[in-house]
């Protein structure tokens, strides 16, 4: 069974930044792509990053990019995002997530494309 724990959450102010971490549970957590969603509230979840098991090969919604980054430490088993520059708008609990399939990254931002999920982290950014 595969846990994902998320931290790094908190309250801050616009401009500020953030560094979340998810750690995983289980085995063979380097074969899989791992991603960041978010959702708002009275907001549908939406997709904010994601890193294929190949460190190098990463994705970021519109909204994020270039603010945002997302890393791997394959040795303790973490995946990170990096939030730069917040704005207001990016509050919302923040979740990651393990995609269902090994070496697969090609669905990274539907979110029915991962089959575990943490229990989520907020970020709240006041202006």
């Known amino acids: 069974q595969v846990q994902l724990v998320e931290s790094g959450g908190g309250l801050v102010q616009a401009g500020d930044s953030l560094r979340l971490a998810c750690i995983a549970s289980?085995?063979?957590?380097?074969?899989?792509?791992m991603g960041w969603f978010r959702q708002a509230p009275g907001k549908e979840r939406e997709f904010v990053a994601a890193?294929?098991?190949?460190?190098?090969?990463?994705y970021y919604a519109d909204s994020v990019k270039g603010r945002f980054a997302i890393g791997r430490d394959n040795a303790k088993n973490t995946v990170y995002l990096q939030m730069n520059s917040l704005k207001p708008e990016d509050t919302a609990v923040y979740y990651c997530?393990?995609?269902?399939?090994?070496?697969?990254?090609?669905?990274?931002?539907?979110?029915?494309?991962?089959?575990?999920w943490g229990q989520g982290t907020q970020v709240t950014v006041s202006s």
């Open positions: 890193i294929s098991w190949r460190p190098d090969n990463t």
């Open positions: 289980g085995r063979a957590f380097s074969n899989y792509c």
């Open positions: 997530a393990r995609e269902s399939t090994a070496y697969y990254c090609g669905s990274y931002y539907e979110d029915r494309s991962y089959n575990y």
